[in-house]
Nanobody, 119 residues
Framework: QVQLVESGGGLVQAGGSLRLTCAAS????????MAWFRQAPGKEREFVAS????????DYADSVKGRFTISRDNAKNTVYLQMNSLKPEDTAVYYC????????????WGQGTQVTVSS
């Protein structure tokens, strides 16, 4: 099992930037593929970005591609989401998630951190 704690959310103006951090403990961090999801009130959870165990492969939702960058530091047991050129529609609670290589879905989740982008 792994425990995940997100931080770095806040209020920014459209066009601004934020960097989210996900701190992991328990398990072996390098054994987990990691991802960021987000959810706004009344909407379904939405995939944002993912990164492979060693960081060599990344994937992004079309809505954030070119603006967001996911990265990881296995020595520090952390995953980051650099968010640039933020838009009001990026407003949501952002969640960090983890899965093993044999898992089909992400099964470990953090508590979330609020990101609010004002127009």
């Amino acid at each position: 099992q792994v425990q995940l704690v997100e931080s770095g959310g806040g209020l920014v103006q459209a066009g601004g930037s934020l960097r989210l951090t996900c701190a992991a403990s328990g398990g072996t961090f390098s054994s987990y593929g990691m991802a960021w999801f987000r959810q706004a009130p009344g909407k379904e959870r939405e995939f944002v970005a993912s990164i492979s165990r060693r960081g060599g492969t990344t994937d992004y939702a079309d809505s954030v591609k070119g603006r967001f960058t996911i990265s990881r530091d296995n020595a520090k047991n952390t995953v980051y989401l650099q968010m640039n050129s933020l838009k009001p529609e990026d407003t949501a609670v952002y969640y960090c998630a983890a899965k093993t290589i044999i898992a089909v879905t992400y099964v470990y989740w953090g508590q979330g951190t609020q990101v609010t982008v004002s127009s």
